[in-house]
Protein backbone atom coordinates (compact mmCIF):
# COMPACT_ATOMS: atom_id res chain seq x y z
CA UNK A 1 0.00 0.00 0.00
CA UNK A 2 1.33 3.66 -0.78
CA UNK A 3 0.70 6.62 1.17
CA UNK A 4 1.57 10.16 0.22
CA UNK A 5 -0.24 11.43 3.65
CA UNK A 6 1.09 12.36 6.97
CA UNK A 7 -0.86 8.86 8.34
CA UNK A 8 2.93 7.62 7.94
CA UNK A 9 6.44 9.30 9.17
CA UNK A 10 9.25 9.47 6.34
CA UNK A 11 12.47 7.07 7.27
CA UNK A 12 14.70 9.81 7.67
CA UNK A 13 17.68 8.29 6.17
CA UNK A 14 15.25 7.86 2.66
CA UNK A 15 14.64 11.89 3.35
CA UNK A 16 18.62 12.85 3.48
CA UNK A 17 18.84 10.35 -0.09
CA UNK A 18 15.84 12.41 -1.55
CA UNK A 19 17.65 15.87 -1.26
CA UNK A 20 20.74 14.30 -1.80
CA UNK A 21 19.14 13.13 -5.47
CA UNK A 22 17.66 16.96 -5.39
CA UNK A 23 21.42 18.21 -4.75
CA UNK A 24 22.44 17.12 -8.59
CA UNK A 25 19.19 18.08 -10.16
CA UNK A 26 18.72 21.50 -11.95
CA UNK A 27 14.78 21.99 -11.31
CA UNK A 28 14.85 25.27 -13.79
CA UNK A 29 10.28 25.20 -13.20
CA UNK A 30 10.10 24.38 -9.42
CA UNK A 31 9.03 20.99 -10.05
CA UNK A 32 10.77 19.77 -6.90
CA UNK A 33 9.43 22.82 -4.83
CA UNK A 34 7.67 20.90 -2.14
CA UNK A 35 10.62 19.18 -1.47
CA UNK A 36 11.66 20.38 1.91
CA UNK A 37 10.62 19.92 5.60
CA UNK A 38 10.73 16.43 7.64
CA UNK A 39 7.65 14.60 5.97
CA UNK A 40 8.96 13.55 2.61
CA UNK A 41 6.21 11.29 2.60
CA UNK A 42 4.05 14.25 0.93
CA UNK A 43 6.63 15.48 -1.60
CA UNK A 44 5.16 15.59 -4.96
CA UNK A 45 6.22 11.95 -7.11
CA UNK A 46 6.99 10.97 -3.20
CA UNK A 47 4.97 7.87 -2.31
CA UNK A 48 5.42 5.76 0.85
CA UNK A 49 5.06 2.38 2.41
CA UNK A 50 1.94 2.90 4.42
CA UNK A 51 2.82 0.71 7.25
CA UNK A 52 6.44 1.23 7.56
CA UNK A 53 7.07 4.65 5.77
CA UNK A 54 9.63 3.14 3.45
CA UNK A 55 9.56 4.85 0.20
CA UNK A 56 8.59 2.73 -2.60
CA UNK A 57 7.25 5.70 -5.39
CA UNK A 58 9.67 7.79 -6.72
CA UNK A 59 7.70 9.74 -10.03
CA UNK A 60 9.99 12.41 -11.59
CA UNK A 61 8.29 12.15 -14.56
CA UNK A 62 8.44 15.97 -16.51
CA UNK A 63 4.72 17.04 -18.01
CA UNK A 64 5.67 16.92 -21.35
CA UNK A 65 5.20 14.62 -24.51
CA UNK A 66 8.07 12.97 -26.43
CA UNK A 67 6.93 15.80 -28.85
CA UNK A 68 7.92 18.81 -26.72
CA UNK A 69 10.80 17.88 -25.10
CA UNK A 70 12.13 21.70 -24.80
CA UNK A 71 9.67 22.62 -22.33
CA UNK A 72 9.37 21.99 -18.07
CA UNK A 73 11.96 18.99 -17.73
CA UNK A 74 14.83 18.06 -14.94
CA UNK A 75 18.13 18.48 -16.07
CA UNK A 76 21.64 17.67 -14.45
CA UNK A 77 22.78 14.07 -12.89
CA UNK A 78 21.95 10.99 -11.34
CA UNK A 79 22.89 10.56 -7.59
CA UNK A 80 24.48 7.63 -6.46
CA UNK A 81 22.06 8.06 -3.60
CA UNK A 82 19.18 5.97 -5.70
CA UNK A 83 20.68 2.92 -4.26
CA UNK A 84 20.07 3.58 -1.12
CA UNK A 85 15.97 3.86 -2.01
CA UNK A 86 16.23 -0.30 -1.22
CA UNK A 87 12.60 -0.77 -1.06
CA UNK A 88 11.86 1.37 -4.27
CA UNK A 89 9.32 -0.50 -6.36
CA UNK A 90 8.22 2.36 -8.81
CA UNK A 91 10.79 4.53 -10.42
CA UNK A 92 9.71 6.99 -13.51
CA UNK A 93 12.98 9.55 -13.99
CA UNK A 94 11.38 9.63 -17.70
CA UNK A 95 10.91 13.20 -20.07
CA UNK A 96 13.75 14.61 -18.36
CA UNK A 97 17.13 15.80 -19.26
CA UNK A 98 19.44 13.47 -17.35
CA UNK A 99 21.72 13.46 -20.33
CA UNK A 100 25.35 15.14 -20.76
CA UNK A 101 28.70 14.55 -19.21
CA UNK A 102 28.72 11.95 -16.00
CA UNK A 103 31.28 12.94 -13.47
CA UNK A 104 33.77 10.26 -13.76
CA UNK A 105 32.99 8.95 -10.28
CA UNK A 106 29.34 8.05 -11.53
CA UNK A 107 30.33 6.28 -14.42
CA UNK A 108 30.12 2.68 -13.10
CA UNK A 109 26.47 3.58 -11.41
CA UNK A 110 25.00 5.71 -14.08
CA UNK A 111 26.86 4.84 -17.67
CA UNK A 112 25.68 1.91 -17.50
CA UNK A 113 22.11 1.48 -15.61
CA UNK A 114 24.22 -0.20 -12.92
CA UNK A 115 22.54 1.62 -9.76
CA UNK A 116 19.14 0.02 -11.09
CA UNK A 117 20.27 -3.44 -10.41
CA UNK A 118 20.47 -2.26 -6.69
CA UNK A 119 16.69 -1.72 -6.64
CA UNK A 120 15.66 -5.31 -6.47
CA UNK A 121 12.06 -4.60 -5.51
CA UNK A 122 11.80 -2.11 -8.38
CA UNK A 123 8.55 -3.15 -10.03
CA UNK A 124 7.60 -0.14 -12.75
CA UNK A 125 10.88 1.53 -14.02
CA UNK A 126 10.01 4.23 -16.94
CA UNK A 127 13.42 5.84 -18.25
CA UNK A 128 11.99 7.60 -21.71
CA UNK A 129 13.12 10.42 -22.79
CA UNK A 130 16.21 10.10 -20.92
CA UNK A 131 19.59 9.41 -23.43
CA UNK A 132 20.75 6.62 -22.18
CA UNK A 133 22.91 6.13 -25.54
CA UNK A 134 24.75 2.97 -26.99
CA UNK A 135 25.51 1.19 -23.39
CA UNK A 136 26.32 -2.27 -23.93
CA UNK A 137 25.53 -3.08 -20.54
CA UNK A 138 22.02 -1.80 -20.60
CA UNK A 139 19.84 -4.87 -19.95
CA UNK A 140 22.44 -6.74 -17.27
CA UNK A 141 21.68 -4.22 -14.66
CA UNK A 142 17.59 -4.46 -15.62
CA UNK A 143 17.71 -8.27 -15.91
CA UNK A 144 18.54 -8.04 -12.38
CA UNK A 145 14.75 -7.07 -10.78
CA UNK A 146 12.96 -10.38 -10.90
CA UNK A 147 10.11 -8.20 -9.77
CA UNK A 148 9.93 -6.15 -12.75
CA UNK A 149 6.19 -5.70 -14.29
CA UNK A 150 6.98 -2.45 -16.54
CA UNK A 151 9.99 -1.33 -18.38
CA UNK A 152 9.67 1.88 -20.62
CA UNK A 153 13.00 2.80 -22.17
CA UNK A 154 11.25 4.98 -25.31
CA UNK A 155 13.31 7.10 -26.89
CA UNK A 156 16.61 6.42 -24.96
CA UNK A 157 18.63 6.16 -27.95
CA UNK A 158 19.89 2.48 -27.24
CA UNK A 159 21.18 0.47 -30.09
CA UNK A 160 21.60 -3.06 -29.38
CA UNK A 161 19.00 -6.02 -28.09
CA UNK A 162 21.46 -8.73 -26.67
CA UNK A 163 20.83 -11.89 -27.45
CA UNK A 164 20.86 -14.37 -24.08
CA UNK A 165 18.78 -16.92 -23.13
CA UNK A 166 18.84 -16.39 -19.53
CA UNK A 167 16.13 -14.13 -18.47
CA UNK A 168 15.52 -13.16 -15.21
CA UNK A 169 12.76 -10.69 -15.05
CA UNK A 170 10.07 -12.98 -16.88
CA UNK A 171 7.22 -11.34 -14.70
CA UNK A 172 7.16 -8.39 -17.02
CA UNK A 173 4.15 -7.37 -18.12
CA UNK A 174 4.94 -4.26 -20.21
CA UNK A 175 7.73 -4.07 -22.55
CA UNK A 176 8.21 -0.71 -24.84
CA UNK A 177 11.21 -0.17 -26.37
CA UNK A 178 9.66 1.82 -28.89
CA UNK A 179 11.53 4.72 -31.12
CA UNK A 180 15.02 3.91 -30.32
CA UNK A 181 17.82 2.40 -32.78
CA UNK A 182 17.79 -0.89 -31.76
CA UNK A 183 18.97 -3.27 -34.86
CA UNK A 184 19.03 -6.53 -35.96
CA UNK A 185 16.69 -9.60 -34.84
CA UNK A 186 14.70 -9.80 -32.56
CA UNK A 187 15.80 -12.75 -30.04
CA UNK A 188 13.91 -15.97 -29.21
CA UNK A 189 14.48 -14.89 -25.71
CA UNK A 190 10.87 -13.05 -26.52
CA UNK A 191 9.24 -16.25 -25.79
CA UNK A 192 10.31 -16.15 -22.22
CA UNK A 193 8.37 -13.21 -20.89
CA UNK A 194 4.68 -15.31 -21.13
CA UNK A 195 3.22 -13.24 -18.52
CA UNK A 196 3.46 -9.91 -21.66
CA UNK A 197 0.45 -7.75 -22.05
CA UNK A 198 2.06 -5.23 -24.17
CA UNK A 199 5.20 -5.17 -26.13
CA UNK A 200 5.98 -2.13 -28.38
CA UNK A 201 9.42 -1.99 -30.79
CA UNK A 202 8.05 0.21 -32.84
CA UNK A 203 9.87 2.88 -34.57
CA UNK A 204 13.62 1.28 -34.86
CA UNK A 205 15.20 -0.36 -36.96
CA UNK A 206 14.87 -4.32 -36.74
CA UNK A 207 14.31 -6.26 -39.67
CA UNK A 208 14.98 -10.33 -39.51
CA UNK A 209 12.08 -12.73 -39.39
CA UNK A 210 9.52 -13.40 -36.96
CA UNK A 211 8.41 -17.35 -36.26
CA UNK A 212 5.75 -18.93 -34.72
CA UNK A 213 8.18 -19.71 -31.86
CA UNK A 214 8.40 -16.15 -30.72
CA UNK A 215 4.91 -16.35 -29.27
CA UNK A 216 4.32 -19.56 -28.59
CA UNK A 217 4.46 -18.90 -24.80
CA UNK A 218 2.95 -15.60 -25.07
CA UNK A 219 -0.88 -16.14 -24.14
CA UNK A 220 -1.67 -13.07 -22.22
CA UNK A 221 -0.68 -10.64 -25.31
CA UNK A 222 -3.04 -7.86 -25.70
CA UNK A 223 -1.16 -5.09 -27.45
CA UNK A 224 1.32 -5.81 -30.72
CA UNK A 225 3.15 -2.77 -31.84
CA UNK A 226 5.55 -3.63 -34.91
CA UNK A 227 5.53 -0.73 -36.50
CA UNK A 228 8.02 1.27 -38.89
CA UNK A 229 10.70 -1.50 -38.76
CA UNK A 230 11.80 -4.40 -41.47
CA UNK A 231 10.03 -6.90 -39.69
CA UNK A 232 9.14 -10.32 -41.67
CA UNK A 233 6.22 -12.63 -40.71
CA UNK A 234 6.82 -16.24 -41.36
CA UNK A 235 3.39 -17.75 -39.88
CA UNK A 236 1.73 -20.44 -41.61
CA UNK A 237 -1.88 -19.66 -42.79
CA UNK A 238 -2.76 -22.45 -40.60
CA UNK A 239 -1.38 -20.87 -37.65
CA UNK A 240 -3.80 -19.92 -34.41
CA UNK A 241 -1.94 -17.53 -32.41
CA UNK A 242 -1.85 -18.16 -28.50
CA UNK A 243 -3.18 -14.62 -27.55
CA UNK A 244 -6.20 -12.84 -28.39
CA UNK A 245 -5.25 -9.17 -29.46
CA UNK A 246 -6.77 -6.02 -28.74
CA UNK A 247 -4.57 -3.81 -30.44
CA UNK A 248 -2.43 -4.20 -33.76
CA UNK A 249 0.12 -2.00 -35.71
CA UNK A 250 2.34 -2.77 -38.08
CA UNK A 251 2.00 0.65 -39.76
CA UNK A 252 5.51 1.12 -42.36
CA UNK A 253 6.30 -2.64 -42.26
CA UNK A 254 7.25 -3.10 -45.98
CA UNK A 255 8.51 -7.00 -45.18
CA UNK A 256 4.72 -7.84 -43.52
CA UNK A 257 4.03 -9.44 -47.11
CA UNK A 258 1.64 -8.65 -50.13
CA UNK A 259 -1.54 -10.26 -48.38
CA UNK A 260 -3.41 -9.94 -45.00
CA UNK A 261 -2.20 -11.96 -42.55
CA UNK A 262 -4.53 -15.31 -42.40
CA UNK A 263 -3.86 -15.37 -38.55
CA UNK A 264 -6.00 -12.12 -38.36
CA UNK A 265 -9.17 -13.61 -38.64
CA UNK A 266 -8.50 -15.65 -35.06
CA UNK A 267 -8.29 -12.09 -33.44
CA UNK A 268 -11.86 -11.34 -32.52
CA UNK A 269 -11.44 -8.80 -29.50
CA UNK A 270 -9.55 -6.01 -31.87
CA UNK A 271 -10.03 -2.55 -31.50
CA UNK A 272 -7.00 -1.36 -32.74
CA UNK A 273 -5.96 -2.50 -36.05
CA UNK A 274 -3.29 -0.39 -38.31
CA UNK A 275 -1.55 -2.11 -41.61
CA UNK A 276 -1.18 1.38 -43.22
CA UNK A 277 1.83 1.77 -45.44
CA UNK A 278 2.72 -2.33 -45.59
CA UNK A 279 2.72 -2.95 -49.39
CA UNK A 280 -0.52 -4.99 -49.17
CA UNK A 281 -1.69 -5.86 -52.60
CA UNK A 282 -4.54 -7.49 -51.64
CA UNK A 283 -8.40 -7.58 -51.58
CA UNK A 284 -10.73 -7.43 -48.54
CA UNK A 285 -11.06 -11.29 -47.07
CA UNK A 286 -14.28 -13.01 -46.30
CA UNK A 287 -13.86 -13.02 -43.09
CA UNK A 288 -12.27 -9.67 -42.44
CA UNK A 289 -15.66 -8.43 -41.53
CA UNK A 290 -15.73 -10.96 -38.22
CA UNK A 291 -13.03 -9.33 -36.95
CA UNK A 292 -14.69 -5.93 -36.62
CA UNK A 293 -17.14 -5.94 -34.06
CA UNK A 294 -15.52 -4.72 -31.38
CA UNK A 295 -13.09 -2.62 -33.58
CA UNK A 296 -12.28 1.32 -32.64
CA UNK A 297 -9.62 2.20 -35.15
CA UNK A 298 -8.81 0.81 -38.36
CA UNK A 299 -6.23 1.87 -40.52
CA UNK A 300 -5.65 0.51 -43.83
CA UNK A 301 -4.38 3.27 -45.87
CA UNK A 302 -1.63 3.46 -47.99
CA UNK A 303 -1.33 0.21 -49.48
CA UNK A 304 -2.61 -1.13 -52.69
CA UNK A 305 -5.87 -2.98 -51.67
CA UNK A 306 -8.48 -3.19 -54.53
CA UNK A 307 -11.94 -4.64 -55.19
CA UNK A 308 -14.95 -3.45 -54.22
CA UNK A 309 -15.82 -1.77 -50.54
CA UNK A 310 -16.92 -3.61 -48.06
CA UNK A 311 -19.74 -2.71 -46.15
CA UNK A 312 -18.25 -1.72 -42.59
CA UNK A 313 -20.84 -1.38 -39.95
CA UNK A 314 -19.32 -1.34 -36.71
CA UNK A 315 -20.88 -2.18 -33.27
CA UNK A 316 -22.62 0.74 -31.35
CA UNK A 317 -23.04 -1.66 -28.04
CA UNK A 318 -19.69 -0.95 -26.85
CA UNK A 319 -20.40 2.79 -26.22
CA UNK A 320 -17.23 4.32 -27.22
CA UNK A 321 -18.29 7.13 -29.70
CA UNK A 322 -14.89 7.81 -31.25
CA UNK A 323 -14.60 5.59 -33.90
CA UNK A 324 -11.91 6.31 -36.89
CA UNK A 325 -12.08 4.15 -40.55
CA UNK A 326 -8.79 4.98 -42.86
CA UNK A 327 -9.13 3.12 -46.18
CA UNK A 328 -7.43 6.33 -48.45
CA UNK A 329 -4.84 5.87 -50.72
CA UNK A 330 -5.43 2.26 -52.29
CA UNK A 331 -7.44 0.93 -55.32
CA UNK A 332 -10.99 0.41 -54.10
CA UNK A 333 -13.10 0.45 -56.80
CA UNK A 334 -17.04 0.50 -57.51
CA UNK A 335 -19.71 2.36 -55.84
CA UNK A 336 -20.17 3.07 -51.75
CA UNK A 337 -23.42 1.47 -51.37
CA UNK A 338 -23.77 3.07 -47.60
CA UNK A 339 -22.17 5.57 -45.17
CA UNK A 340 -20.77 2.98 -42.24
CA UNK A 341 -22.35 3.08 -38.84
CA UNK A 342 -21.36 4.19 -35.79
CA UNK A 343 -17.72 5.65 -37.95
CA UNK A 344 -16.95 9.12 -36.83
CA UNK A 345 -13.83 10.09 -38.80
CA UNK A 346 -14.11 8.50 -42.63
CA UNK A 347 -11.55 9.05 -45.10
CA UNK A 348 -11.77 7.07 -48.09
CA UNK A 349 -9.54 9.65 -50.69
CA UNK A 350 -7.33 8.51 -53.40
CA UNK A 351 -8.91 5.14 -54.09
CA UNK A 352 -10.79 4.66 -57.42
CA UNK A 353 -14.68 4.52 -56.43
CA UNK A 354 -17.22 5.83 -58.60
CA UNK A 355 -21.33 6.38 -58.70
CA UNK A 356 -23.17 8.34 -56.99
CA UNK A 357 -22.61 9.53 -53.56
CA UNK A 358 -24.53 7.28 -51.00
CA UNK A 359 -27.74 8.12 -49.49
CA UNK A 360 -28.03 8.73 -45.52
CA UNK A 361 -31.12 7.08 -45.28
CA UNK A 362 -31.11 3.87 -43.00
CA UNK A 363 -28.15 4.26 -42.30
CA UNK A 364 -27.76 3.60 -38.65
CA UNK A 365 -26.41 5.88 -35.67
CA UNK A 366 -24.66 8.23 -38.46
CA UNK A 367 -22.54 10.27 -36.46
CA UNK A 368 -19.79 11.37 -38.92
CA UNK A 369 -17.13 14.21 -37.64
CA UNK A 370 -14.67 14.09 -41.02
CA UNK A 371 -15.88 12.89 -44.08
CA UNK A 372 -13.25 12.47 -46.94
CA UNK A 373 -14.33 11.11 -50.20
CA UNK A 374 -11.60 13.36 -52.21
CA UNK A 375 -9.68 12.07 -55.14
CA UNK A 376 -12.53 9.62 -56.38
CA UNK A 377 -14.72 9.47 -59.59
CA UNK A 378 -17.67 10.46 -58.01
CA UNK A 379 -20.69 11.89 -60.17
CA UNK A 380 -23.75 13.71 -59.52
CA UNK A 381 -25.40 15.50 -56.93
CA UNK A 382 -24.33 16.21 -53.54
CA UNK A 383 -26.90 14.74 -51.73
CA UNK A 384 -29.58 16.63 -49.30
CA UNK A 385 -29.96 14.25 -46.77
CA UNK A 386 -26.06 14.57 -46.29
CA UNK A 387 -27.67 17.73 -44.72
CA UNK A 388 -29.13 15.61 -41.54
CA UNK A 389 -25.87 14.80 -40.45
CA UNK A 390 -25.03 18.16 -38.72
CA UNK A 391 -22.56 16.87 -36.51
CA UNK A 392 -20.00 16.97 -39.76
CA UNK A 393 -17.53 19.17 -39.15
CA UNK A 394 -14.44 18.66 -41.96
CA UNK A 395 -16.35 18.06 -45.63
CA UNK A 396 -13.86 17.04 -48.42
CA UNK A 397 -15.48 16.04 -51.54
CA UNK A 398 -12.78 17.83 -54.06
CA UNK A 399 -11.58 16.47 -57.53
CA UNK A 400 -14.81 14.08 -58.06
CA UNK A 401 -16.51 14.88 -60.87
CA UNK A 402 -19.95 15.99 -59.32
CA UNK A 403 -22.53 18.25 -60.63
CA UNK A 404 -25.25 19.73 -60.21
CA UNK A 405 -26.14 22.53 -57.57
CA UNK A 406 -24.79 23.16 -54.06
CA UNK A 407 -28.19 22.32 -51.66
CA UNK A 408 -29.26 25.40 -49.77
CA UNK A 409 -29.28 23.46 -46.72
CA UNK A 410 -25.76 22.70 -46.35
CA UNK A 411 -25.89 25.73 -44.24
CA UNK A 412 -27.68 23.62 -41.48
CA UNK A 413 -24.36 22.03 -40.86
CA UNK A 414 -23.73 24.06 -38.14
CA UNK A 415 -20.66 22.25 -36.63
CA UNK A 416 -18.70 22.67 -39.78
CA UNK A 417 -15.42 24.23 -40.07
CA UNK A 418 -13.91 23.23 -43.34
CA UNK A 419 -15.39 22.42 -46.72
CA UNK A 420 -13.82 21.22 -49.64
CA UNK A 421 -15.55 20.86 -52.88
CA UNK A 422 -13.09 22.31 -55.16
CA UNK A 423 -11.90 20.70 -58.56
CA UNK A 424 -15.67 19.58 -59.70
CA UNK A 425 -18.13 20.90 -62.21
CA UNK A 426 -20.42 21.85 -59.48
CA UNK A 427 -22.64 24.85 -61.02
CA UNK A 428 -25.05 27.62 -60.06
CA UNK A 429 -25.18 30.35 -57.41
CA UNK A 430 -23.28 29.93 -54.24
CA UNK A 431 -25.71 29.23 -51.62
CA UNK A 432 -26.36 32.39 -49.07
CA UNK A 433 -26.82 29.66 -46.87
CA UNK A 434 -23.07 29.09 -45.90
CA UNK A 435 -23.54 32.28 -44.68
CA UNK A 436 -24.85 30.50 -41.56
CA UNK A 437 -21.72 28.53 -41.20
CA UNK A 438 -20.84 30.33 -38.27
CA UNK A 439 -17.68 28.16 -37.50
CA UNK A 440 -16.16 27.85 -40.79
CA UNK A 441 -12.49 28.53 -40.93
CA UNK A 442 -11.77 27.26 -44.50
CA UNK A 443 -13.88 27.37 -47.73
CA UNK A 444 -12.74 25.92 -51.22
CA UNK A 445 -15.10 26.35 -53.86
CA UNK A 446 -12.60 26.92 -56.61
CA UNK A 447 -11.98 25.10 -60.26
CA UNK A 448 -15.97 24.55 -60.69
CA UNK A 449 -18.48 26.46 -62.49
CA UNK A 450 -20.42 28.76 -60.04
CA UNK A 451 -21.48 31.49 -61.03
CA UNK A 452 -22.58 35.64 -60.19
CA UNK A 453 -22.22 37.75 -57.07
CA UNK A 454 -20.98 36.48 -53.83
CA UNK A 455 -23.96 36.62 -51.06
CA UNK A 456 -23.25 38.87 -48.77
CA UNK A 457 -24.18 36.38 -46.35
CA UNK A 458 -20.88 35.31 -46.41
CA UNK A 459 -19.82 38.46 -44.56
CA UNK A 460 -21.47 36.50 -41.39
CA UNK A 461 -17.59 34.11 -41.72
CA UNK A 462 -15.88 36.12 -38.92
CA UNK A 463 -14.10 32.66 -38.47
CA UNK A 464 -12.71 32.14 -41.57
CA UNK A 465 -8.76 31.91 -42.33
CA UNK A 466 -8.71 30.39 -45.88
CA UNK A 467 -11.05 31.25 -48.97
CA UNK A 468 -10.51 29.94 -52.31
CA UNK A 469 -13.13 30.65 -55.25
CA UNK A 470 -10.48 31.11 -58.01
CA UNK A 471 -11.50 29.62 -61.19
CA UNK A 472 -15.26 29.83 -61.43
CA UNK A 473 -17.80 31.82 -63.41
CA UNK A 474 -17.96 34.75 -60.79
CA UNK A 475 -18.70 38.36 -61.03
CA UNK A 476 -18.75 41.37 -59.46
CA UNK A 477 -16.83 43.23 -57.50
CA UNK A 478 -14.84 42.80 -54.01
CA UNK A 479 -17.21 42.62 -51.83
CA UNK A 480 -16.20 45.35 -48.63
CA UNK A 481 -16.93 43.47 -46.15
CA UNK A 482 -14.43 41.26 -46.79
CA UNK A 483 -12.07 44.10 -45.37
CA UNK A 484 -14.63 45.39 -43.14
CA UNK A 485 -15.87 41.49 -41.36
CA UNK A 486 -13.96 38.50 -42.28
CA UNK A 487 -10.53 39.77 -40.07
CA UNK A 488 -9.16 36.29 -39.85
CA UNK A 489 -8.70 35.60 -43.26
CA UNK A 490 -5.18 34.81 -44.29
CA UNK A 491 -5.56 33.46 -48.10
CA UNK A 492 -8.04 34.61 -50.42
CA UNK A 493 -7.73 33.20 -53.75
CA UNK A 494 -10.58 35.14 -56.36
CA UNK A 495 -7.82 34.32 -59.53
CA UNK A 496 -9.78 33.76 -62.77
CA UNK A 497 -13.01 35.16 -62.66
CA UNK A 498 -15.44 37.78 -63.69
CA UNK A 499 -14.89 39.70 -60.41
CA UNK A 500 -13.58 43.86 -61.31
CA UNK A 501 -10.97 45.46 -58.73
CA UNK A 502 -11.75 49.30 -59.01
CA UNK A 503 -9.36 51.50 -57.81
CA UNK A 504 -7.30 55.02 -59.33
CA UNK A 505 -4.67 56.83 -58.05
CA UNK A 506 -2.08 59.36 -59.73
CA UNK A 507 1.14 58.97 -61.02
CA UNK A 508 2.77 59.81 -57.30
CA UNK A 509 0.69 57.06 -55.92
CA UNK A 510 -0.86 59.17 -53.36
CA UNK A 511 -4.52 59.79 -54.06
CA UNK A 512 -7.08 56.58 -54.72
CA UNK A 513 -10.75 55.79 -53.84
CA UNK A 514 -12.78 53.18 -54.86
CA UNK A 515 -14.11 50.21 -53.44
CA UNK A 516 -10.85 48.06 -53.75
CA UNK A 517 -9.35 50.50 -51.23
CA UNK A 518 -11.70 50.39 -48.18
CA UNK A 519 -11.90 46.58 -48.83
CA UNK A 520 -8.08 45.36 -49.02
CA UNK A 521 -7.17 48.15 -46.32
CA UNK A 522 -8.49 46.48 -43.66
CA UNK A 523 -7.06 42.92 -44.53
CA UNK A 524 -4.60 43.25 -42.25
CA UNK A 525 -4.39 39.46 -41.51
CA UNK A 526 -3.70 38.64 -45.02
CA UNK A 527 -0.37 36.85 -45.77
CA UNK A 528 -1.66 35.48 -49.39
CA UNK A 529 -3.67 36.85 -51.71
CA UNK A 530 -4.05 35.46 -55.59
CA UNK A 531 -6.00 37.81 -58.28
CA UNK A 532 -6.23 37.55 -61.73
CA UNK A 533 -9.34 39.56 -62.74
CA UNK A 534 -10.39 42.95 -64.52
CA UNK A 535 -8.78 45.79 -62.38
CA UNK A 536 -7.70 49.60 -63.51
CA UNK A 537 -4.71 49.59 -60.57
CA UNK A 538 -3.56 48.10 -58.08
CA UNK A 539 -0.26 49.73 -56.66
CA UNK A 540 -2.42 51.28 -53.45
CA UNK A 541 -3.05 47.62 -52.06
CA UNK A 542 0.26 47.34 -50.41
CA UNK A 543 -0.03 49.65 -48.11
CA UNK A 544 -2.36 48.47 -46.27
CA UNK A 545 -2.71 44.60 -46.77
CA UNK A 546 0.17 42.59 -44.91
CA UNK A 547 0.71 40.17 -47.83
CA UNK A 548 4.05 38.08 -47.93
CA UNK A 549 2.37 35.99 -51.00
CA UNK A 550 0.74 38.60 -53.99
CA UNK A 551 -0.49 36.95 -57.70
CA UNK A 552 -1.54 39.68 -59.84
CA UNK A 553 -2.48 39.54 -63.09
CA UNK A 554 -4.55 42.13 -65.69
CA UNK A 555 -6.49 40.70 -68.40
Not at 6 to 24: F, M, Q, W, Y
Amino acid sequence: MTATSSNVTCVEGERRSLLAIKHKIIDRFNLLSTWSGVECCEWRGVGCDSRNGHVVKLDLRSPVRLEDLYYKWLEGELSPCFQNLKHLRYLDLSMNNFSGKIPEYLAPIVDDLRWVSSLSSLRYLDLSGISIGNHTHWFHPVNMLPSLLTLNLVFTGITNIPSTQFVNFTTLVILDISRNMFSGPIPASLGLFSKLKKLDVSRNSLDGVLFETHFTNLKNLIHLDLSSNWLALNFSSRWIPPFQLQIFRASFCSNIGSYFPNWLHTQTHLQWLDLSNSSIRDTIPQWFESILSHILYLDLSNNQIGGKMPLFHFDSSDQIFYKILLLNSNKFEGTLAAFPSNVTHLDLSDNLLSGDLPQTVGTMNLSLYVVNLSKNRFTGNIPVDLCKVPSIEVLDLSQNKLSGRLPECLGNLSNLEAMDLSNNIIKGHVPSSLGSLAQLKSLHLQNNRFEGNLPQSLQNLTRLVTMDIGYNLLVGDIPFWIGENVLELRILNLAQNNIILRGTMDSAGRHYQGVAKETIRHMNMLVKLKLKMKMKTFGFMLAWAQVSFLDLWDY
